[in-house]
């Protein structure tokens, strides 16, 4: 049993970070291709996915732990908690912000950032059925099945997660969205991503744990998407140069700080809940 969950998890994060450059290499061959939309990109999305669902079929494993389930009894709250968490930590962060005189909000408008969030959920929902969840929900119980310990699966698969965005930071995403983020080069870009990434996964890991279904995170991601994104790509707000990689809602120290915090606040109620269970 141990020999074969080895090589699916081996098989299965060669495909994950393989899966980028080969839609770079799609790309390459094909001329036109939009950027940020293209069939390389599509590939590098869907890959992970189906690598889940082909090596579950093939290995005849079982297809629970990929949670597909809602599992909406007794869990209803962690599908607010996940909407909230991302409205709330910027709120602090852009709060933080205004008073450190690091955040400018005199271009920030209520109105269209609402539209623009609203406008974006649905795609969102269904991007992020693939974006890094089939890491949380196929690969984490099976690093747990080799009895990784909580903090080698967040950095394992926080990890991984980070690594499959790299062809995404160095290739698929404009310039523009790049230097909205942080004026530097695309790889330093790439090295603070992944960092940020295992930071973040630490909640994505939890909420799936606590809840054994991929929905909650997904609602995380997608709540993430269409708020933070805009937020400072659209302009609603400006950053005082030099200050983003401290308090940017996307990429900032004290906001991943304060993500760890949530995710390590979920694994504190995992675990207690285990030991009522268990006593």
């Known amino acids: 049993m141990g020999t074969k969950v080895v090589r699916n998890v081996v098989v299965f994060i060669l495909i994950v970070i393989l899966s980028g450059w080969i839609g770079v290499l799609v790309d390459s061959a094909l001329t036109e291709?939009?950027?940020?939309?293209?069939?390389?990109?599509?590939?590098?999305?869907?890959?992970?996915?189906?690598?889940?669902?082909?090596?579950?079929?093939?290995?005849?494993?079982s297809w629970k732990d990929l949670g597909f389930n809602p599992n909406f009894k007794g869990n209803i709250k962690w599908y607010f908690i996940?909407?909230?968490?991302?409205?709330?930590?910027?709120?602090?962060?852009l709060i933080i912000g205004v008073i450190t005189n690091w955040i400018d909000l005199s271009s920030f408008d209520f109105g269209p950032l609402v539209l623009v969030?609203?406008?974006?959920?649905?795609?969102?929902?269904?991007?992020?059925?693939?974006d890094g969840t089939p890491l949380f929900s196929y690969l984490t119980p099976r690093l747990v099945k080799l009895n990784f310990n909580d903090w080698k699966i967040y950095l394992t698969v926080g990890g991984v997660w980070g690594i499959w965005h790299i062809p995404y930071f160095l290739v698929f995403l404009p310039e523009t969205d790049i230097q909205?983020?942080?004026p530097a080069s695309r790889a330093?870009?790439?090295?603070?991503?992944?960092?940020?990434?295992?930071?973040?996964s630490v909640m994505f890991i939890e909420l799936y744990r606590v809840t054994q279904s991929i929905w909650p995170g997904v609602v995380l991601h997608m709540v993430?998407?269409?708020?933070?994104?805009?937020?400072?790509?659209s302009g609603f707000i400006s950053i005082t140069a030099g200050k983003e990689i401290l308090i940017s809602p996307i990429i900032g120290i004290i906001t991943s700080i304060l993500y760890l915090l949530v995710g390590l606040g979920i694994r504190n109620y995992r675990r207690q809940a285990?030991?009522?269970?268990?006593?």
Request: no cysteine; hydrophobic share 60%; proline share 5%.
């Open 33 to 61: 291709q939009p950027k940020g939309d293209s069939a390389g990109m599509g590939i590098w999305l869907v890959s992970p996915m189906l690598a889940a669902i082909a090596i579950t079929l093939f290995s005849k494993s």
């Open 117 to 130: 969030f609203s406008g974006t959920l649905l795609f969102n929902f269904i991007k992020n059925i693939f």
């Open 188 to 200: 330093v870009i790439s090295i603070f991503m992944i960092i940020t990434l295992i930071l973040w």
């Open 82 to 93: 996940a909407a909230l968490v991302f409205p709330v930590v910027t709120a602090i962060v």
């Open 274 to 279: 285990n030991q009522k269970v268990i006593s």
């Open 224 to 233: 993430e998407d269409s708020l933070i994104n805009p937020l400072v790509i």
């Open 180 to 182: 909205a983020v942080l």
